[in-house]
Nanobody, 116 residues
Framework: QVQLVESGGGLAQPGGSLKLSCAAS????????MAWYRQAPGKEREFVAV???????NYADSVKGRFTISRDNAKGTLFLQMNSLKPEDTAVYYC??????????WGQGTQVTVSS
């Protein structure tokens, strides 16, 4: 059973930066897309960013221009570079991988807190 493990969360000041990582415990074949989601206290989980197997990216309007999703193809690690952080970015961040034909993997989440 492949597991996804996120890391890199923590406490950042407004305007600061954090870089999240997501690594798989095993090999995942025929990946369709890799994505980041987040869930703030009392809110539903929401989409943050996606990177497709074709290299296309898409971002939630709330993070566009501030966050960048990328992947280290050699290591199969997914990243989320978060700049210009705001208090409203505070949430648990999850990575998600979908693979053909219908595999779906979620990580356990990493806490990001933006506060002065």
């Amino acid at each position: 059973q492949v597991q996804l493990v996120e890391s890199g969360g923590g406490l950042a000041q407004p305007g600061g930066s954090l870089k999240l990582s997501c690594a798989a415990s095993g090999s995942i074949f025929r990946i369709n897309a890799m994505a980041w989601y987040r869930q703030a206290p009392g809110k539903e989980r929401e989409f943050v960013a996606v990177l497709t197997s074709g290299g296309s990216t898409n971002y939630a309007d709330s993070v566009k221009g501030r966050f960048t999703i990328s992947r280290d193809n050699a290591k199969g690690t997914l990243f989320l570079q978060m700049n210009s952080l705001k208090p409203e970015d505070t949430a648990v961040y999850y990575c998600k991988i979908t693979a053909w034909p219908n595999y779906l993997y979620w990580g356990q989440g990493t806490q990001v807190t933006v506060s002065s």
